[in-house]
């Protein structure tokens, strides 16, 4: 009895550290509920990278660069925890480049790494089987309907509780990435094809969430 | 003295366990092995960070998508571990868009975050003190050199082992981005003032590396 009582307090220990480490490990908290989408079906797995991640790199025209691309690292969400929409919101203040090159000239990219939410196993970053998306599209800022501005808000500050304290005298407004196209490699074989309209209606809610 | 060796084999699987989730949760390898400069040293921080990176963002203008800002998932390396000279090498096959672009308008920029080393511990991605850097330059093929090819190929090789395998018919090149700007956030106040001579001739190893 001892011996068992022993053995419970060893698992019990066991336990504890593996939530522990797994929450608190390089800080990341993870976002992960729904499970990883086969890569053939293109549209649900682009979604799934999308809504399953908190920040990736926005690239803008950086005219002040002589042109060059400028990416930038951005925090990001397209909606509550696994009712994204696809639609990459952001939170910007064009006391940084990024919203200010986008003021000048829309033309913009998101690109995501499926290596950051650490669902690659030991993969390298760049073996096409460890997944990337880039959204290629037009970056503004959302001010005219109130329902996206509420909606978009509510999907930020959810993710990212942080900014609702960012200081006021910043200015921060909401840009989001209107999408034009889709480059997205998640196996062999090149980039997947994959239509803006076909990633925008993948049914979310008919995949697996894991509890 | 059964008490005790009962407490040592708990200790033991907890260390074991400890070692085992920094190493493997999210798939990382540890590259960490020199301490977090202070932010306020802008050039040795910024070598700090590209070093104990193994991927980023490379940003080139895709001139079959309107001209717009591209970003690609890529892995690079500055050097062997610890011992990185600042520039950062590619290695990349025309099967890609990127590499493609680099050779039509080599004006690039390439980007990192710390959050994606694990050093950020619960702040946001957005928030300035987890830190951000992006080079701005030229994408070059590296060719003429044979004693840079080989530096870089051995860079490369040594932080990513995979690619040595990778399929010969790809026509991987190895390709550097000739910085000429350097946008680094890793503090409140904005980005830091650093030029690109200040960050190419910051002694490494004046720094304290964590045996």
């Known amino acids: 009895m001892n011996i068992i009582n022993r053995a419970a307090s060893i698992l019990l220990l066991l336990v504890f550290f593996l939530a522990f ?8 908290p993870l976002l992960l509920s729904m499970s990883r989408p086969k890569p053939d079906d293109a549209a649900l797995f682009a979604r799934w990278l999308v ?13 002040d660069m002589g042109g060059a691309p400028f990416g930038n690292v951005v ?12 639609i990459p919101y952001f939170y910007l203040t064009t006391l940084d480049p990024t919203a200010r090159n986008a003021l000048k000239d829309q033309r913009s990219s998101f690109t995501i790494s499926e290596y950051a939410i650490g669902t690659c196993g030991k993969k390298d970053p760049e073996n096409p089987s460890c997944a990337k998306i880039t959204l290629v599209g037009k970056l503004k800022v959302v001010t005219e309907d109130p329902k996206e501005t509420t909606f978009a808000q509510t999907a930020l500050f959810t993710k990212h509780p942080e900014m609702e304290g960012w200081p006021k005298s910043h200015d921060f407004q909401i840009y989001k990435l209107e999408i034009e196209e889709i480059f997205m490699i998640n196996w062999f074989g090149g980039p997947k094809p994959l239509t803006v309209d076909q990633y925008l209606q ?10």
């Open 75 to 86: 925090s990001f969400s397209d909606g509550l925890p696994d009712k994204g929409h696809g």
């Open 202 to 211: 993948a049914k979310m809610d008919s995949h697996t969430v894991i509890a």
């Open 21 to 28: 480490f797994q929450n608190s490990v390089h800080g990341r």
């Open 51 to 63: 809504s399953q991640s908190s920040w990736g790199v926005l690239n803008t025209i950086a005219s």
